[in-house]
Antibody, heavy 118, light 110 residues
């Protein structure tokens, strides 16, 4: 069965970087891309970006470009999300998600809480 | 980046039907033509209840249905039940599903 398992919670100081891992299994990694979505406490969902499992092509909204790096490791079928220059506004639960409507896929990781605090 | 608007809250009595609207307001409406809907309970991972405007994943109650008119998508929950009390988010995405945006969410109270 398809599974996405994320790395554990992180506590970071303002200005630092965080890298969250998303280990996938149960499907052919290079056939699909991975989305990253975050949710600040008590707030809504925010799409952060998408990365192709085939060639590493990425898509992301303008507001995060410059701070966000999405990468993959095909050998371990793992996707990574790195966010730099963290502020308190980046405190959120970060999710990776395999969303492929054409194949009726919609699988999410369990979420990773990132807390930014001095 | 497209912007989506949803009502902040919708309420209904058990057995009633409710609708939640999701309107794309950006000028790039033509890019984000597909809609999905997610249900989220507090502390839980979002779960898709409708994708590609009106398709229902297996295992999702047929009380959930979706439609679209112009740049507005609508989620209808019929025969409202206590377990439907949750937050609902619409998401609009491109044909390739490689980029998307989420609405602000609607709190449904039963």
């Amino acid at each position: 069965q398809i599974q996405l398992v994320q790395s554990g919670a992180e506590v970071k100081k303002p200005g630092a970087s965080v890298k969250v891992a998303c280990k996938t299994s149960g499907y052919t990694f290079s056939n699909y891309g991975i989305n990253w979505v975050r949710q600040a406490p008590g707030q809504g969902l925010e799409w952060m970006g998408w990365i192709s499992g085939f060639n590493g092509e990425t898509q992301s909204p303008q507001n995060l470009q410059g701070r966000l790096t999405l990468t993959t490791d095909k050998s371990t079928t793992t996707a990574y999300m790195e966010l730099r220059r963290l502020t308190s506004d980046d405190t959120a639960t970060y999710y990776c998600a395999l969303i492929v409507p054409a194949d009726s896929f919609d699988f999410w990781g369990q979420g990773t809480l990132v807390t930014v605090s001095s | 980046q497209s912007a989506l608007t949803q009502p902040a809250s919708v309420s209904g009595s058990p057995g009633q039907s409710i609708t939640i609207s999701c309107t794309a307001t950006s000028s790039d409406v033509g890019t984000y033509t597909y809609f999905s809907w997610y249900q989220q309970y507090p502390g839980n991972v979002p779960k898709v209840v409708i994708y590609d405007v009106s398709n229902r994943p297996s295992g999702v109650s047929d009380r959930f249905s979706g439609s679209k008119s112009g740049n507005t998508a609508t989620l209808t929950i019929s025969g409202l039940q206590a377990e439907d009390e949750a937050d609902y988010y619409c998401s609009s995405y491109s044909a390739s599903a490689t980029s998307r945006v989420f609405g602000p969410g609607t709190k449904v109270t039963v």
